[in-house]
């Protein structure tokens, strides 16, 4: 039986979206990314859901690309400049376009090193948490490369320019605890505590009303390319939307009743 590459478990309104191939160190090889891409569309269209955790399995999170690939001109580096400027568009280009219109908010869930792209991953998702194990490498200059999967458009939004600049120009891996310091991780925990941690705060997100959930997260992230005025008005177009919804009324009925709401995503 052929192992799956990406994994997709649920739990409530929460999934968990895993990373499977530890003896590899998770790296993003074409059909990973048909996987993965996949599962975020899935996602979007299960409004039974409302946040997701992504993590690695084994000992890493995401080694990103594959060295012996890059050597043996295998995968996304085989081919003519212009083959390869296409497997980039309809290859792993297509996870940070799909990361970015994700709906329901997505933690990382970074168990160990994450690697070039899978450094650019992490910083595709809108929190990451970490365990003492982990870190994060914007390493593709090391082996001659630029990054051609987004990240360097999503690091600086995370980390900051000066910071990108760093992590980008020297390669150096930053450790957990650095980047809690930076403010590009929330929280460190033990390796044991982390999907336990990861969990609770994806539990403490869904348990908002789906609807409006989404549409805020929605509201922040066009807030990072749009004018003011321009959210001004999405936020104007939005609202109402969340204003007539059985939830809102719902909320508003929780809160003088002092009971906890039941949302029903309508």
């Known amino acids: 039986m052929t192992q799956e590459k990406v994994i997709l478990e649920r739990s409530g309104r929460v999934a968990l979206v895993t990373l499977n191939q530890a003896d590899?160190?998770?790296?993003?090889d074409d059909e990973t990314v048909e996987a993965f891409v996949d599962i975020l569309q899935s996602i979007n269209q299960d409004t039974g859901i409302s946040c997701m955790i992504l993590t690695g399995s084994g000992a890493a999170f995401s080694a990103g690309g594959n060295?012996?690939?890059?050597?043996?001109?295998?995968?996304?580096?085989a081919g003519t400049p212009a083959q390869m400027r296409q497997s980039y568009l309809h290859g792993i280009q297509r996870i940070p376009l799909?990361?970015?219109?994700l709906e329901v908010p997505s933690i990382a869930a970074v168990n160990g090193p994450a690697v070039g792209a899978g450094c650019d991953l992490a910083m595709m998702c809108d929190m990451r948490v970490a365990s003492h194990t982990a870190s994060f490498a914007e390493s593709f200059l090391r082996v001659g490369l630029i990054s051609g999967d987004g990240g360097a458009w999503y690091l600086p939004r995370v980390v900051g320019?000066?910071?990108a600049y760093q992590m980008a120009f020297t390669g150096d891996p930053v450790s957990a605890e650095t980047a809690e310091r930076w403010g590009c991780v929330?929280?460190?925990?033990?390796?044991?505590?982390?999907?336990?941690?990861?969990?609770?705060?994806?539990?403490?997100?869904?348990?908002?009303?789906?609807?409006?959930?989404?549409?805020?997260?929605?509201l922040i992230r066009e807030g990072l390319v749009s004018t003011l005025p321009q959210n001004l008005e999405l936020a104007a177009a939005m609202q109402p939307l969340a204003q007539h919804a059985e939830d809102h009324a719902e909320a508003i009925a929780a809160m003088f009743e002092k009971r906890a709401p039941d949302f029903k995503g309508l």
Not at 24 to 28: A, F, T, V
Not at 67 to 77: A, E, I, Q, T
Not at 192 to 209: E, F, G, R, T, V
């Open 24 to 28: 590899r160190r998770n790296p993003l």
């Open 67 to 77: 060295v012996k690939d890059m050597r043996d001109r295998r995968g996304l580096f």
């Open 98 to 101: 799909a990361m970015w219109g």
């Open 161 to 163: 320019l000066a910071r």
């Open 186 to 218: 929330a929280e460190v925990v033990a390796a044991d505590d982390l999907l336990p941690h990861a969990h609770k705060l994806a539990a403490k997100i869904a348990s908002q009303p789906p609807q409006a959930l989404r549409m805020m997260k929605r």
